[in-house]
């Protein structure tokens, strides 16, 4: 059982920016990839980022050149920056993370975090 636990996320004006952290119960080299998702009411939760444990990354068209995702081994925390904030970012953020086990790839997910936006 990975568990997953979010912060950072708040309240800010268009054009600011928010640094959510996920810190993870076990060692990061364990997990085959980290990641960031979002939710707005009444709508799919979609990808926001991911990186994975050989380096490679992933981004949403929606945040590509706005966010980036990072990882501190030592901490077992991944982040993601948010510049350039825009209230269609207004979502709950949770992290993710996929663990490999002898039934397969597990995927576990974080309580959320909420980012609002405003105009």
């Known amino acids: 059982q990975v568990r997953l636990v979010e912060s950072g996320g708040g309240l800010v004006q268009a054009g600011e920016s928010l640094r959510l952290s996920c810190l993870a119960s076990?060692?990061?080299?364990?997990?085959?990839?980290l990641g960031w998702y979002r939710q707005a009411p009444g709508r799919q939760r979609d990808v926001v980022a991911v990186?994975?444990?050989?380096?490679?990354?992933y981004y949403g068209d929606a945040v590509k050149g706005r966010f980036t995702i990072s990882r501190d081994n030592a901490k077992n925390t991944v982040y993601l920056q948010m510049d350039s904030l825009n209230p269609q970012d207004t979502a709950m953020y949770y992290c993710?993370?996929?663990?490999?086990?002898?039934?397969?790839?597990?995927?576990?997910w974080g309580q959320g975090t909420q980012v609002i936006v405003s105009s």
């Open positions: 076990e060692s990061l080299f364990g997990l085959e990839a």
């Open positions: 990186v994975w444990t050989t380096g490679g990354e």
């Open positions: 993710n993370a996929i663990k490999s086990s002898s039934d397969g790839m597990i995927t576990y």
